[in-house]
């Protein structure tokens, strides 16, 4: 931004503000040449209107100065109207071309900043459910090794049964069972006929 500033003088006349940029007018001031007790009127028009609003009234000795907040640009083609004995000094800023540039290019920076961060959060939530695919993967992979020891575990057992079956059948190859248990009865039979017979040779 630029300062700015004028003088107004009273008159019929009003005055025009050849504007080539936005201009912004922050305080109007008296500028006391010779006392009068008049006071002095700020009006102002735009456009071919004509129409006169007035935005500060000022006093010698009482209100000699007054902010103000009125922006312009060329499209309004302003004009400044003043009643009284007294001048009057405006001042206020302009706005430079190269700050409105800086303004779009900090507005574009701006959304470049968004559009890549946004763009971070996204690949980082891809990145994310891949590792928890990864992750079901690889646990989906233990608990099929898992399986595959049980089963391994399993067919050792039952290949030891099967084992264990087939000795036994060879041990007792060509032998019959009930010749066993025959023979077993005659033993016992045996047994008890000693018993009983010394039995009775105590009683006598």
């Avoid at 008159?11 to 006071?39: C, D, F, M, W, Y």
């Amino acid at each position: 931004m630029a300062f700015w500033g004028l003088e107004i003088k009273p008159g019929k006349n009003p005055t025009p503000l050849n504007l080539e940029r936005r201009l912004v007018i922050k305080q109007a001031a008296l500028s006391v040449s010779k006392s009068s007790p008049e006071p002095v009127v700020l009006s102002v028009s735009v456009g071919k209107n004509g129409q006169q609003y007035v935005v500060c009234r000022l006093h010698e000795g009482k209100v000699e100065h007054c902010p103000l907040e009125l922006p312009f640009t060329p499209e309004d083609q302003p004009m400044l109207h003043l009643k009284g004995a007294h001048a009057v000094h405006l001042t206020g800023f302009l706005e430079m071309e190269d700050e409105e540039e800086l303004e779009e290019d900090e507005g574009m920076a701006d959304a470049t900043a968004t559009k890549v961060a946004a763009g971070r959060q996204a690949n980082g939530g891809g990145a994310m459910e891949e590792e928890d695919s990864e992750d079901d993967d690889s646990f989906e992979e233990g608990e099929e090794e898992e399986g595959e020891e049980e089963d391994e575990d399993s067919l050792d057992g039952e290949d030891l049964a099967a084992d264990i079956a087939a000795k036994r059948a060879k041990l007792f190859e060509g032998v019959d069972m009930k010749d066993l248990v025959g023979d077993d009865e005659d033993d016992n039979f045996g047994e008890e006929g000693d018993e009983s017979e010394s039995d009775e040779g105590e009683e006598e």
